[in-house]
């Protein structure tokens, strides 16, 4: 519909952690790109749509038991900007830059 791919993030928790709470993955990625532009080419075989569909959810997979076990990055990225900001501090070029100020617009938001 929009000829780029949004930015999703689903809700993962962090509960079995003292004081957890939630963690967010990034649904989108290259894996999911990709899946998307095969699905959509008539020529691509079933076999390759399949096989791209695989490893997209096998990518996401690993990401969401990355954040379950407390080694996600969607909160990180978020404390650290806030806590640089709220301290007076000058933030990273990172936090300026193009990639993340798209990541922060998220399109899709979902939760188990």
Do not use: W
Not at 5 to 12: A, D, F, S, Y
Not at 65 to 91: D, Y
């Amino acid at each position: 519909v929009h000829r780029a791919p949004p930015t999703m993030t689903e809700t993962v928790s962090t509960r079995k952690f003292l004081r957890g709470r939630t963690d967010a993955v990034y649904s989108t990625s290259m894996d999911s790109l990709s899946f998307c532009k095969v699905f959509e080419n008539p020529d691509a075989s079933m076999e390759e749509k399949s096989g791209r569909l695989r490893k997209a959810v096998e990518n996401h997979k690993r990401e969401a038991n990355l954040a379950n076990n407390g080694l996600g990055i969607g909160r990180l990225f978020s404390v650290l900007r806030t806590t640089a900001i709220e301290n007076g501090m000058p933030l990273h070029e990172f936090f300026t830059g193009a990639a993340y100020r798209t990541s922060r617009h998220i399109t899709l938001m979902t939760s188990q």
